[in-house]
């Protein structure tokens, strides 16, 4: 009998502990919803400790009384061949053992919907950053500002901010694991997400819902900064902001034109050699487009054709590319034209 | 107390000119050979689903050098759920063992309706070639088995065949659903009242339920998808102003109940099985079986637990994790009452009990990493992470799958009239947990590491790497065990022990006739007075037997 504890309960504590080794493995920095970096991550944490705790002694118990049955309960070899008791139920057990369990339900619910009330909504006055997802890269808009910026969230630490998410194409999902839990980017629906950065620090964030092709490059980075520092950020790109739309109205502008490949988004599909953040192996790469371009469509030169595969891309593919991938992304004339300008110097 | 040999009505010998050919397969209106039927041609969509699962699991195994392109990838993952549930689980479990088991569980002749039994089975076919089919026509659907708008709207032409193959599938479902309704509320032998028959039948009878009530909402949500692809309608098109969610609801009203189809056989099954190996009754028969009812029941009210991401008021993400929690209470009362049938019992370790302890230890796991998700703030963080796909497998491979092993032995004497080999069985049972554990295991620290589902790489500096190796070694070792399986069902075929009608000295109407049974099943049923008709018979012989041996003596 006391073999038969040890054995399932070996057995059981040796799955517990190899468990354990591998969870205590440390997660990667900035990426966790274990590493919280907000209350409301915090609150969220905690709660996934909770569950777990519950589900951990729940799942010790019966297994431990399974592997216990399972041992105990054999049939011994060359045994008389007689019937066990034949037990077909027990009503007091049978109600215990729907209320204990109802019972820690509810107690679970209880705690979930205070958590829920909890985790709350921002103060009136909370800084708003319009969030819009898009095939395949995240644009930020700062409105009083009028700062936009692609993959690269800003905010100052300490303040509660709150998120306007939308898509302009097919459902994203925004997702900063160490600031809180993720919210679905709709086109046609505006979703508010909320959380205060506790700390400063640069932040993993992902699309967590399947978004096409390059849904696994739709990655962006949250950094958290001082307030002084926040505001100097904020004002230079304001400023930048006001340059490039004098810049644009000046005529097609190659520098321009490289500033806006990044802000569009295309790095998420495409590489350019050298180029920091254009590492995309979706499509084909641009590294030398203005020398592959003439020769891709007959008839057509090469500018006429890189304006047509931005403005019109389901009207070729390159042999070997996945067809319906690349998507119309929205852009004035003026943008193009030094989009194009930009790609013709990459020879 | 010595048990007598049952005395069984003779069958005669199968005449050589009516044995099976071809044609006989083809144009059958039996319920035992469209059971086979079934059996086998979801067995196989079981292992191209397979082997769609390993092209998976080297892609994430290798995110410096991924083997397929993103888009071929979101293809392959795509038609791996949709084979493994539209064509495998479903269809297996109410297909291939309902339409066995049912009629002669309940002692009938065959279903209610065995040319609209064969029309279900026929769709089958057709509806995978068409799902399968969208590799050769440009891009197979790519949009997820949940086939979300836009991002399905304006996939390849691969995505409007999968609509298609689902509509004709959900056709064949609910068809079966109406089958087995009518079959097991009408057919049922004298004396067999709903309190008498086998849980398996119970199990069948709410999951047809579920079929015919729920499948019409999947079909709604996809017609309305395939209008939208085919034929300019802008049912889930924003610019219109159309709510895309819709869908999601329409989706998940079925798909919900549809995963209750998808476990609530294996868990009839299990109720199967115990009682047999463990040598005393199911502990609460009538639990047991209000508990299934009440799974279908609640199953219709929990479906939003798929969308606390969509940005629903709380107030209506609230209920429904209530209802989830709720639904826990008769799950966590079947592990009980399972447990209890154990307890006290002479357990008989033979392939099906092993597979079905395997179960009972490996969907309590699946389970409780459910109520983790149950829990709507902890879901922000868990939704579409690879913890759901920790928890989905442990329900759905370490739950239907095992359920489904472990009746594949358990019946495969009756259905061929030979044993299959333990020792092999055994091999493969513990090939299988281990790598169960270790492919999906470690998908429960990937998900709260942050590693999001249905990415065809990552960077490597997210330290994913080891977790995913780890995987996809595991998976690797249960694709071996399944090969061994494959192996033990042919050299059983040609040369295992013979059977005969009652191997495992069992409770139900199925081991009352021979191994394999004649077309009509029975030529005479006796009344049955309990739930467990084929005991009180050999009870009743051995009593007979006993008096006979004392009237000798004299």
């Known amino acids: 009998m006391r073999r038969l504890f040890r054995a399932s309960g070996l057995s059981v504590a040796l799955t517990i502990a190899a468990s354990l080794v591998v969870l205590l493995v440390p997660a990667p920095v900035g990426a966790s919803p274990l590493t919280p970096a907000s209350p409301q991550a915090r609150l969220q944490a905690d709660l996934f400790w909770v569950t777990l705790g519950i589900a951990l002694v729940v799942l010790v118990v019966v297994e431990f009384l399974l592997i216990y049955t399972s041992l105990r309960f054999r049939k011994r070899p060359g045994g008389p061949e007689i019937e066990p008791p034949q037990i077909h139920g027990n009503t007091r057990l049978e109600v215990m053992w729907s209320i204990l369990p109802a019972v820690i339900l509810v107690s679970l619910f209880v705690i979930s919907v205070r958590t829920m009330a909890n985790l709350g909504s921002a103060p009136p006055n909370a800084r708003h950053i319009q969030v819009v997802g898009r095939q395949f890269s995240w644009e930020f808009t700062y409105p009083d500002a009028q700062v936009k910026t692609t993959n690269d969230l800003r905010l100052p630490v300490g303040e509660p901010v709150v998120l306007d998410v939308t898509s302009q194409d097919v459902i994203h999902s925004f997702w900063v694991p160490d600031l809180g839990g993720k919210i679905d980017a709709i086109p046609g629906i505006t979703n508010h997400n909320t959380f205060t950065p506790e700390r400063t620090g640069t932040f993993r964030g992902v699309c967590a819902e399947l978004c096409g092709a390059g849904h696994a490059n739709m990655l962006f980075t949250v950094t958290v900064m001082e307030k002084g520092d926040f505001e100097a950020w904020l004002q230079e790109g304001a400023a930048a902001a006001a340059q490039q739309q004098a810049q644009l109205a000046a005529g097609p502008n190659p520098d321009v034109g490289k500033r806006l490949v990044a802000e569009k988004g295309c790095g998420a599909c495409h590489t350019i050699a050298g180029v920091a953040g254009m590492e995309g192996k979706v499509g084909p790469e641009l590294t030398h487009v203005a020398s592959n371009a003439a020769g891709r469509k007959p008839g057509m030169d090469a500018e006429a054709y890189l304006r047509e595969s931005i403005v019109e891309p389901a009207a070729f593919t390159v042999p070997g590319f996945p067809a319906g991938v690349m998507p119309k992304l929205p852009m004035t004339d003026q943008e193009l034209a030094s989009i194009v300008a930009y790609l013709m110097t990459l020879k | 107390m010595a048990t007598a040999e049952l005395a069984r009505p003779t069958t005669a010998a199968v005449p050589a000119k009516a044995r099976s050919g071809l044609w006989d397969w083809l144009t ?122 836009p991002l399905s709207v304006r996939g390849p032409f691969g995505q409007t065949l999968w609509l298609l193959g689902v509509i004709i599938l959900g056709t064949s479902s609910i068809l079966g659903g109406l089958n087995f309704l009518v079959t097991i509320l009408n057919m049922r032998t004298a ?31 996809l017609i309305m998808q395939l209008l939208d692809r085919e034929f300019g309608t802008h049912f889930f098109d924003p610019a219109a102003g159309a709510n895309v969610v819709g869908y999601q609801h329409g989706f998940w009203f079925y798909s919900h109940p549809a995963v209750y189809i998808m476990i609530l056989p294996a868990f009839g099954i299990i109720s199967e099985i115990l009682p047999v190996f463990a040598g005393k009754p199911i502990f609460g028969y009538r639990a047991v079986a209000y508990s299934t009812a009440a799974i279908g029941f609640f199953g219709f009210l929990v479906w939003a637990h798929h969308m606390f991401t969509v940005g629903m008021p709380l107030v209506a993400q609230s209920f429904f994790m209530a209802m989830t929690m709720v639904i826990a209470i008769p799950t966590g009362v079947k592990m009980f009452n399972w447990l209890a049938t154990l307890w006290g019992g002479q357990l008989e370790f033979k392939a099906p009990l092993l597979y079905a302890v395997g179960f009972l230890t490996m969907f309590l796991i699946g389970g409780l990493n459910g109520v983790a998700t149950a829990v709507v703030p902890v879901d922000w963080q868990l939704h579409d992470t690879y913890w759901v796909v920790a928890h989905i497998h442990y329900v759905l491979f370490g739950g239907s799958t095992f359920a489904i092993f472990g009746g594949l032995y358990y019946w495969f004497p009756k259905m061929t009239g030979r044993m299959m080999s333990e020792a092999l069985a055994k091999v493969q049972f513990w090939v299988m947990l281990i790598g169960l554990n270790l492919t999906f295991f470690p998908m429960h620290l990937l998900g709260v590491m942050g590693m999001q589902r249905r990415i065809a790489s990552y960077p490597v500096e997210t330290g994913f790497v080891p977790l995913n190796v780890l995987a996809t070694t595991g998976a ?61 018979w050999r009870l009743q012989a051995a009593g007979r037997a006993a008096v006979a041996a004392g009237a000798e003596r004299h």
């Open chain 2, 28 to 149: 059958t209106v039996d319920h035992k050979k469209i059971g086979i039927l079934y059996l086998v041609t979801t067995f196989v969509f079981f292992l191209l689903g397979g082997i769609a699962a390993l092209l998976v699991r080297l892609q994430l195994a290798l995110p410096g050098s991924p083997p397929l392109s993103p888009a071929l990838y979101n293809q392959v993952f795509t038609i791996h759920a949709s084979i493994m549930l539209f064509l495998y689980v479903i269809p297996i479990l109410s297909g291939g063992f309902g339409n066995y088991l049912v009629p002669l569980m309940i002692g009938a002749r065959d279903m209610a309706f065995p040319k609209l039994n064969a029309l279900s089975y026929w769709l089958v076919p057709p509806g995978g070639l068409l799902i399968l089919s969208g590799f050769f026509f440009g891009g197979a659907a790519d949009a997820g088995w949940t086939a979300y708008p």
């Open chain 2, 191 to 221: 004396g067999m009242t709903l309190h008498r028959m086998p849980l398996f039948v119970w199990s069948i009878l709410v999951t047809a339920f579920l079929q015919v009530a729920a499948t019409p909402a999947l079909a709604g949500a």
């Open chain 2, 476 to 536: 690797f070792l249960m694709g071996f065990g399944v090969l061994i399986f494959i192996v033990n069902f042919f050299r059983s075929l040609r040369h295992g022990e013979p059977a005969g009608p009652d191997p495992w000295k069992a409770n139900t109407l199925e081991w009352y006739t021979s191994s394999p049974p004649p077309e009509y099943n029975f030529r005479h049923v006796p009344r049955v007075t309990s739930e467990r008709p084929l005991r009180d």
